[in-house]
């Protein structure tokens, strides 16, 4: 196994993320994109941008125009862009649609869209979840086959990016039934095609979601990735790559409003000194800090797992989203607590820390899921 | 042939030669570990054969210096060995607090002299050390201790007492923080002396503890003799090395945090049963238990990242504190889920039929951790000053 340290050229690329992000992507510019009730919700012009710098491709192969840089590459972008809580694709597009391409698409449907994803020219959406909670073998949506195409019916939510995406990546059940983890397959939508309708929902953390229907939607043969019913596999890699994904943004988010919260605890002062020291406050702070010190290992843990083909990754990747959930949740809620007042109040920027670490929580499986998950792959 | 694929061959080859089949079956205890010593505590004879076999290539310690009697190997050499044995199930053939505390602060602070005239003596397990540092007075606040050693030339004369000397029953020496000097701050005037515990004025009186057995003393010093040449490091600089001596105590006891045989989880299913589904019975202690796990997985993964950093020249400092303040936390939860995972079997204290009482008396001994060594508080207390930087109230 590599060593658990960053080496020179991830260093680097982690300082320039950082710099960049805090320059053009900040809290105050999602404030911004919010109040100004942005439809696109993120800016195209800093995503040209990221992926002029490579981020779109960071973790695709060198062979379809990416940099080849691996999934550590991206959990290091991905927890700079959760301490400037920056609005991207990178989620959607890269981190997520991306890889669910890599895993089931064919030498040809990764030509036509690997580069084009690396080169920030497509945005790509994977469009999976049907109710409230993350469970994949309980999609109901169909896709009979007609000839050479298949018709797809169902309706989607909690899709990332959706009133952007060029494409969605759609999970349907070709077989089998509610429950049951074959019989699914993916296909790749143009947005456009006819029957697609797509609905922007507005979330808590002020980023793009939405709810998209399908109503008959032909699709060609050619467009379904991998074999027919036989997607389980290649999801569920990429359900995992995308929560230790999503566990190094939560590590971004935690770090960043433990850290402005200390510099709050330096500053506020009461009964005639700083708060910061109360020990009542100090133990709270420190414990929380050896807990940020122990996510920070198992992200790191769990990147290496995905780039080192790990067989454990999947009971590596439920570690990692639980204890980051846990820990985003505890880091959010004491920022909010030990601000008092000024910490409930929509001008601070410790709010949005909250808001968006709760999202992400939820996001493909909560603590509750993944701690179930990880009991279950550890034999009780 | 790399060069450690040939050291594991050869180590492989020479451990299954040398490592006594007795010393290959698991240890019941913590405890049943060899010490060494003078006069050591022996359970089986082989425990002497195999340190003295594993001692004449240093391998009691690999990671020490070849000449003060250390195997000399760096950390990938080290691994191999340790893998090796593993694969044996060979037991460690030594451990003491010579190995774990005295030895990195003598390597660090001692004299050239020093280091010739105890580490080997470490190394072979020939002398067993006991740490003075706690007095009745001064636990937490250790700097307030008030032992004193009064300058007589070329040697002081010591009087005062210790307190939670574990061990001292049985160890050869003591590594004593006695204060030289009252005149200025708690912190000045700490000198770190080394003595033999069997100079006249040295007494010892054993303390039970709630598990049962009297592992620490009460120590007592009455116009003890030391030779300054015994003094390490400068006189009243010895707070300095009471410091660093403690990180590397508080990591060895960190170490009880991390994997323990058999999963919980796995026990807890062999016990109690898991419904159709594969899951344990209870529900509720099925989520404490995947709690407890999973905090072992990430403290584990802590472990390497920060072994891997201090490798790389990075590092965190007082890292030592959050691995003492996590993983004794972690020990004493494994310890509770215990009595939880075999309900009125782990609460036996003496027969067979209670295994002698080993998961009760485990488990009260487990709620030392978060004491010995600095307690959590404290470590909390050096989180908040050293790394976070708040400030004195
Ligand atoms: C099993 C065991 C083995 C030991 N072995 C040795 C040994 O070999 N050699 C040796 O020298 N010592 C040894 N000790 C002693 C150990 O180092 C002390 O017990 C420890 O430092 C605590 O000191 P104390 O017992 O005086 O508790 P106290 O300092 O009186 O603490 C009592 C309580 O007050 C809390 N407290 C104290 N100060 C603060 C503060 N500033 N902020 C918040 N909370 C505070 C503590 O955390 C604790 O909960 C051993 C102890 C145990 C339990």
Redesign the pocket.
């Known amino acids: 196994m590599m060593a658990l340290v960053l080496n020179e050229e991830q260093v680097m690329l982690k300082e320039s993320a950082a710099g960049f992000l805090a320059d053009k992507a900040s809290v105050a510019a999602l404030r911004e994109l919010r109040d100004s009730s942005s439809e696109q919700g993120f800016s195209t012009e800093i995503w040209r941008e990221m992926a002029e710098m490579g981020w779109a491709g960071i973790a695709i192969p060198e062979a379809f125009g990416g940099l080849g840089y691996g999934y550590i590459g991206l959990g290091l972008v991905l927890e700079q862009m959760g301490r400037n809580l920056s609005a991207s694709p990178l989620q959607s597009t890269v981190l997520v649609a991306a890889t669910l391409i890599s895993e089931l698409g064919n030498q040809a449907q990764k030509e036509a869209l690997l580069p084009a994803i690396a080169a920030g020219d497509k945005l790509v959406s994977l469009a999976l979840q049907e109710t409230a909670h993350h469970a994949p073998e309980q999609t109901t949506m169909t896709a009979s086959q007609d000839g050479d195409t298949f018709v797809l019916n169902g309706d989607k939510i909690l899709v990332l990016d959706a009133n952007v995406a060029d494409y969605f990546v759609v999970i349907a059940r070709t077989a089998g039934s509610k429950g049951d983890e074959s019989g699914l397959s993916a296909f790749l939508v143009e947005a456009d095609t006819r029957g697609v309708n797509v609905t922007r929902r507005s979330m808590v953390d002020s980023r793009n979601v939405g709810a998209v229907n399908f109503v008959d939607v032909r699709v060609s043969t050619e467009n379904l990735l991998g074999e027919a019913g036989q997607a389980w596999d290649g999801l569920s890699r990429t359900m995992d790559i995308a929560n230790v994904g999503l566990a190094a943004e939560l590590l971004g988010i935690s770090t960043e409003a433990f850290e402005r919260t200390v510099e709050y605890l330096k500053e506020r002062k009461q009964f005639g000194k700083v708060i910061g020291s109360f020990?009542g406050l100090q133990h709270r702070a420190s414990e929380l800090f050896a807990e940020l010190e122990m996510a920070r290992s198992i992200v790191l843990r769990a990147l290496h797992a995905i780039d080192d083909s790990d067989e454990q990754l999947p009971l590596i990747a439920s570690a990692a989203k639980a204890k980051l959930c846990e820990v985003a949740q505890r880091a959010t809620n004491e920022g909010i607590q030990m601000h008092g007042g000024i910490g409930m109040t929509d001008e601070h920027e410790i709010g949005f820390f909250i808001k968006r670490a709760r999202v992400v929580q939820h996001t493909f499986g909560d603590y509750n899921h993944h701690l179930d998950r990880f009991a279950k792959l550890s034999g009780f | 042939m790399s060069d450690l694929d040939q050291f594991r061959q050869q180590t492989r080859t020479w451990l299954e030669e040398n490592c006594p089949p007795a010393m290959r079956e698991p240890m019941k205890n913590f405890e049943d570990i060899y010490n060494g010593g003078r006069n050591p505590v022996i359970d089986h004879p082989d425990q002497k054969i195999w340190c003295e076999r594993m001692a004449s290539r240093g391998w009691t310690v690999p990671h020490w210096p070849a000449e003060y009697g250390g195997g000399g190997l760096d950390k990938d050499h080290v691994k191999v060995l340790r893998e090796e044995m593993r694969r044996l199930g060979a037991r460690p053939a030594l451990d003491s607090?010579g190995i774990s505390m005295l030895g990195p602060a003598l390597l660090k602070f001692g004299s050239e002299k020093q280091k010739q005239e105890h580490l080997p003596k470490i190394v072979r397990g020939e002398i067993r050390w006991?740490?003075?540092?706690?007095e009745p007075g001064?636990?937490?606040?250790?700097a307030s201790l008030q032992t004193k050693a009064e300058d007589h030339g070329d040697h002081y004369i010591v009087n005062g007492q210790?307190?939670?000397?574990?061990?001292?029953n049985y160890a050869d020496w003591i590594f004593c923080l006695v204060r030289t000097d009252n005149s200025g701050t708690k912190h000045e005037g700490i000198s770190f002396v080394l003595f033999d515990m069997a100079t006249p004025g040295v007494s010892v009186r054993p303390i039970k503890?709630i598990s049962g057995s009297s592992?620490?003393c009460e120590t007592f010093f009455d116009d003890v003799k030391v030779l300054k040449e015994n003094l390490m490091g400068e006189e009243g600089k010895g707070w300095t090395i009471a410091k660093y001596l403690l990180t590397h105590e508080r990591e060895m006891i960190a170490g009880f945090g991390g994997a323990h045989g058999q999963p919980l989880g796995e026990r807890a299913v062999a016990t109690m049963g898991a419904d159709t589904s594969g899951r344990l019975v209870n529900s509720v202690l099925r989520q404490n238990i995947a709690q407890y796990q999973l905090d072992t997985v990430v403290f584990g993964a802590t472990m390497a990242r920060i072994g891997d950093e201090a490798k790389a020249g990075q590092g965190l400092g007082p890292a030592s504190s959050i691995f003492k303040y996590y993983g004794t936390e972690l020990n004493k939860r494994r310890n509770e889920l215990n009595l939880a995972v075999d309900g009125e079997g782990a609460l036996g204290w003496d027969g067979e039929e209670y295994d002698g009482g080993k998961l009760s008396r485990d488990w009260l001994?487990s709620k030392?951790n978060s004491?010995?060594?600095?307690?959590?508080?404290?470590q909390?207390?050096i989180i908040s000053k050293r790394v976070l930087g708040l400030p004195d109230e």
């Open positions: 020990q | 607090f006991c740490q003075g540092y706690s001064a636990g937490s606040d250790l210790k307190i939670w000397t574990s061990y001292a503890l592992p620490f001994r030392g004491i010995e060594g600095g307690t959590s508080e404290v909390l207390n």
